[in-house]
């Protein structure tokens, strides 16, 4: 029983922590602490005012102490569960929640953080039905109806969602948070002028709003304004300085615009921010973090070949430096990294490695050894089918299974083996739909699962529960996510291929589907996986009435030999700029038409570049280069009947740019090399019988394109060539028998395997 004095002492404390004066609160609070450690209320409430400042390490141990001792004091829960969700330990917030609800059923702010944990455990469909309980009790409970939108957004139910949001902004126009989780949900649409509106509505109610600043960010960045995104990330972050997403989304649009220190150092003030600093490796989980994230800042395009060189070096330590950090945290063991290294993880895919044309069998496995101990990857097998079917579960996971080049092969490849043999299961980590997402949903059942750090284990589990006899990663390297989903096993057999023509590094990618004219005989060295040759291209392409393209007006000059370089900039290497002079000394009238680089920095590399390889040679760029635009698919098809002769970029040669070419009878010069990446167009040509446009070495590549720019009647004659012959390369069952029968082989072993441990 406390005593008068101290009855009066707490009062006065209260008073005080009431009015705002926390200073004076917080003294009284820890006298009473000192004088009597079990006084409850000046536990609760000094852990109350160290969570106000952000101290929540110490406010959840006064807390719970305070709540030990007075075990059904339902405020005390309220406050506890609240501070667990602000430190984001959102199941621990669930469980105190459900143990209040026990006291008080009725308790709305109990069940509306439930709702709030649920929404961040990605548990939808249960969030749901706590916010629905809430507003039965409270149809005008403010911070319920603009939640529950963000839930429905999650669920793709924009629709639902939006509505949500209006509701609590017909109770209240003056609810900013409404505005800013409308535009939210405007720009998740890609309704961008609408987001812009809402964020300013919510900016015009709470100027200093740094959740808005940062959507604002996000639109403009959607919309190509980097320097806008940029300063309005800015403001978000003087407005809030510990707003994590800010920091994160700065780093990346940093990253994304060659801006790689600012882009490294913003990640480095998210990872001291969401590190835990009670952590005993602090100092090695933010090293760990770093250098994770600086695998990605990497340029997409090189200004000379020394810079190749050092940037590889520079790799190359990073990962000595990931290696380094992990022993240090784990002592080379799996480690139980907190989620601020995770985020790293999710954050890079080391696409741009590649592009430096090198043999990455090393890097890419010592990545993989690395995300698999952060990753804690169990290796389990997965459950055997006990009722097996006679048709072979056939899964394909990607995040790119739209109208990209990385899922095209992939749906013309599925799409042709004998339906009544498989079963299709499509996992689309992504929400946008568009004519070829439109096709995977016909193939079979069709999945939309999330593969965020928050979610990735779920969706996993999902796809574990499928049963599957086979899993294909279509594109591992395009994203973070086919990255991370690449360490894990789900099926017995899990294969990729042409999607990113690299090998993967992880030890749970069992095959490398590739062809027989697109390696050489010790291919199999730059591989982790077992490397299948498939017959001729490895591909089935349906026929060129896919690439048909569509008229558009080019700013080109008339009367000229028109070369087209329509390559991502990413896969020209600056060793080979001395080809275009060559060329240019030889057919005065050519023009070599490029198209501008994405990211945006890229084309003044190169355009810095050809005009130092120009002026080698005594020539001027500015008379024989042209750059265009970007363009949409349909215009870029139809680019190939404007120009005269497409040179294949050397190292890393077309794939569907040479299909668009020949679909156009367009000559295509190409020079293979070693690795599978610069031997996609040799393949195309070998196929189809037109040999004379494969150079042996650089001096021939050069000379077969001069002599198709200065003779036209050569020209015409391998164009007639391509248009006679191109029907080789569309539609080769041979391609698909031999994919088929690789499939059914591995499932009979597979079902040998499942007859003997029956």
Known sequence: MASADEQQKLQTALSHHQNGNINEAAKLYRELIAANSRNSYALHFLGVIEAGVGHFDEAKSLIANSLSLQPGNVQFIENYASILFQIGDYKTALQICEQGRQIDQSNVTLSYVSAVALLKLNRLQDALVQFDRVLSQQPNHLAALNERGSALAELKQYDAAIASVEKALAVNPHYAEAHLNKGNLYLDLTRTAEAIVCYEKALALKPDLAEAWLGMGNVFRAIKQNDQALAAYDKALAANPSLAQAWFSRSNLCKAIGRFDEAIDSFDRLLKLTTPKDHDKYDNVIALGRSIFSLDCIQAIYGDEAEIEQCRMRITGTMEAINRELNAIGNGAAVACPQSVLEAVFQTHGFHIAYQQDDDRQLMRSYSQALRKILQVDDRAPMPRTKRSDKIRLGIASELLKDH????????????????????????????????TRKFETLGTFKRLPFTLASFKYSIDVMRADGLDFLMLPDVGMSASSRVLSQYRIAPVQFTSWGHPVTTGSPNIDYFLSSDLVELPDSDKHYTERLIRLPNTSRFIESDDSAAGESATFDLPSGRVLYGCLQSMYKLLPQYDFVYPKIAKRVPDACFVFIEGDPSYATAILKKRLARAFEQEGLSADRYVRFLPRMTAKQYAGLFSAIDVNIDSIGWSGGYTTIESIAADCPVVTLPTEYMRGRHSYAMLK??????????SAPDFIDKLAELGAEPSRRLAVKKKIAQRKHKLYRDRAVIEALDAFLKNEFSKISSSSLDTA
């Open 405 to 436: 080049p990385g899922a095209r092969y992939a749906y013309e490849w599925l799409s042709n083996l004998p339906k009544d043999d498989y079963e299709f299961f499509i996992y689309a980590f992504h929400g946008g739909v568009d004519g070829l």
């Open 687 to 696: 196929v189809m019988g037109v040999d004379e446009l494969i150079a042996m």
